[in-house]
Structures are given as structure tokens and as C-alpha cells.
């Protein structure tokens, strides 16, 4: 075992899965520290579950060396199994059965015992919010509490590795929270997180790596900062009192976009320290004093955008 495979909690080389003539991993490449967030992120029909399910070995892949929790996954797939938690993107309650039956089933699963199993499953009935509702039956269940349950239950064997699906998919707003803030308490206790997202802001809130996978491949990887430093994006429009002062400002930034009905000129780029400072300078000449000045940072959705559309991929490789 070499050291970066010992280091990393997965460890993934030239990765490949196809469906008939469909290449849906076309050589992937993937190394995720142990006690870390990984996001991986891509339009729908990317290859995110397809990618999850290989790791979490319910998909065989056609080639490529995994090592999950310093396990081989073809060698030692049992293995692999113990030492990870899988939250699917569909459902895998039984809705047949109460909230606590489907923890106690769980708990059965990993052999944890009367006692143990009972302390476990109170602590995560009330982690998540889920103890009210312990003894109703799953099917009466809102989608969001069921999702809730879905992920307590990947928790009870207290895996090392957490593969989520798309955890937060059908969550209001405080769901969505509750779950940020286990995956932020799993990671202190070392768990590494890998799980795949639509939104843009959660891989930003919660990921130490984001990995944007497109066309079989991953188009772009790093932090989210590194991500946004890539695209350029981004904007500052500029507040102005009256048409004479727009007309000035507008003469100052030809590359600028002006609009009569707000009294703004929105230049492109520009939002660092250093840009601010020569679009005010700029306006300082023209002898424009702006109202205010609104900057518009690049955010994940303007890497999403520009790395899944081939123009511009090939401008920001
Ligand atoms: N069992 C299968 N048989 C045939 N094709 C499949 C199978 N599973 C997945 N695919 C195809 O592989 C591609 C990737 O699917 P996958 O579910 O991995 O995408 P995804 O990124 O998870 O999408 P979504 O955002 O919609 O969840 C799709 O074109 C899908 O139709
Ligand atoms: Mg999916």
C-alpha cells in the first residue's frame, strides 16, 4: 500500500463504467483525505450515483484501482462494507415498519446488542430530531423526516466512511441545517464525507474539495475557493445620482453594460481589491461621484456553468 492510498480515506484511479456504448466514468481519478468533505458535483446524468454506488460496491465497475478505508474494493469488498455508511439518493426506509423499528433494524444488522442498540438509537432519534415521531410508521412520514431517518440509519454501525446521495434533496431549510450540522460534528470525529449535490451552495458551505464531474470526466477539482478563482465572474455595478452622472460613467467603461431605467453601469469582473480601487479611480477622473457600489463575487454557480459548457471549459483548463 503506498503512502497517498494509506492517507486517503479513497483512493480512486482510472475508474471506468459503461452502459451498453455509454461511457458514464471514462477514467476517473479521485483521492479524498481521511476526515474530510468531498462534493461531487454535475449536471443530472453525470455519473454522481453511478459513481457512489461503485464505491459503496453495489455497482461493479469495468476498470480501475478503488481503495475505500484502505480496503481494496475488488479484493476485499466485506470489508468495505463495515467500514462504510451509504445514504442512497432513493429512500431505503421501510415504510412498513415505525421510525424505531427501522433504526432497530439497522442496529440488529451491525450486531450491536439490546443495550447498545437502544442508547444508539435514542441518541440518534434525538440528533435528528426524529423522537416525536419514533413510534409512527415511516409511511406516515413526511418525505423530509423519512430522509432524516434514511441517514440516522446509515449512522447506527458508526461508519468511517459516509457516502450521501444527494442528502439534502426534498429538505426545508432548517432540514437542510440539521444535516450540515452532522456532517460538520461527523467530520470533528473524523468521519470522511463524500457526497454528491445540485446545490451549489451546500458543496460550498460544507466541502474541503469539490470534484465537478462531466461527460464521463472530472472536468475541475479543488476547494471551492480555488474553484472561483478559476472562472472569472463576477461583477460590480455602479449606483449613480442622475442621467448626466450615468452618461459619464458610461463614457469611463466602454466594456461596461448601462441601464437607464436603474441609473447603473455594471462593469465586468473587477471585484478585487485592486479592481475597486481602479474603477474608482476611473470615476474619479470622469468626475462621477457613484451613490454606492454593489460587487457581485463569483459563486460555485458561475464555475458550475462555465466548467459544463465545453466552450468555456476549454478556457478556464
Ligand atoms: N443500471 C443502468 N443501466 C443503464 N444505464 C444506466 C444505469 N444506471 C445509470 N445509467 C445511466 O448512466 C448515466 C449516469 O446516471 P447516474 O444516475 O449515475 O447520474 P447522476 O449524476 O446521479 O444523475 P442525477 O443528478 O439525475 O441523480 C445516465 O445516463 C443513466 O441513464
Ligand atoms: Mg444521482
Redesign the pocket.
Known amino acids: 500500500m503506498t503512502l497517498s492510498t494509506r492517507s486517503s480515506a479513497v483512493h480512486v484511479r482510472g475508474l471506468r463504467k459503461s ?2 456504448d ?1 461511457a ?1 466514468l471514462d477514467g476517473i481519478d479521485l483521492d479524498v483525505p481521511a476526515g474530510t468533505v468531498f462534493a461531487l458535483l ?10 457512489v ?1 461503485i464505491l459503496s460496491t453495489l ?1 461493479r465497475p469495468d476498470a480501475g484501482e478503488v481503495v475505500v478505508a484502505g480496503h481494496d474494493l475488488r479484493r476485499e469488498p466485506e470489508s468495505v462494507r463495515r467500514a462504510i455508511g451509504v445514504t442512497g ?1 432513493f429512500s431505503a426506509v421501510d415504510k412498513l415498519l415505525t421510525v424505531e423499528e427501522n433504526l432497530r433494524l439497522m442496529a440488529d444488522l451491525h450486531r450491536l446488542g439490546r443495550r447498545e442498540g437502544t442508547k444508539r438509537i435514542g441518541a440518534l432519534l434525538a440528533r435528528f430530531e426524529l423522537a416525536d415521531a419514533a413510534t409512527k410508521p415511516a409511511a406516515a412520514c413526511s418525505g423530509g423526516m423519512r430522509r432524516k431517518l434514511d441517514l440516522a440509519m446509515t449512522l447506527v454501525g458508526r461508519p468511517n466512511v459516509v457516502f450521501l ?2 442528502p439534502t434533496t426534498g429538505l426545508d431549510p432548517r432540514g437542510r441545517r440539521v444535516l450540515w450540522d452532522i456532517v460538520h460534528e461527523l467530520v470533528d470525529e473524523g468521519v470522511t464525507i463524500v457526497l ?1 449535490t ?1 446545490y451549489l451552495d451546500e458543496a460550498d458551505q460544507l466541502a474541503d474539495t469539490v470534484a465537478v ?1 462531466d461527460g464521463g470526466h472530472i472536468v475541475a477539482e479543488g476547494t471551492p475557493a480555488e474553484l472561483k478563482r478559476r472562472v472569472r465572474g463576477g461583477s460590480v455595478t455602479v449606483h449613480l445620482a442622475d442621467d448626466r452622472a450615468l452618461g459619464s460613467a458610461a463614457q469611463a467603461f466602454p466594456a461596461g453594460t448601462v441601464d437607464s431605467d436603474t441609473c447603473t453601469v455594471t462593469i465586468p469582473g473587477g471585484t478585487d481589491v485592486e479592481g475597486l480601487r481602479s474603477i474608482l479611480d476611473r470615476l474619479d477622473s470622469a468626475r462621477v461621484n457613484p451613490e454606492h457600489l454593489e460587487v457581485r463575487t463569483p459563486d460555485l454557480d458561475d464555475v458550475f456553468f462555465a466548467l459544463t459548457d465545453s466552450d468555456t471549459r476549454k478556457a478556464v483548463q
Open positions: 452502459y451498453g455509454h458514464v454535475g449536471p443530472n446524468g453525470a455519473g454522481k450515483t453511478t459513481a454506488n455497482v439518493q446521495d444527494e454528491t445540485q464531474l
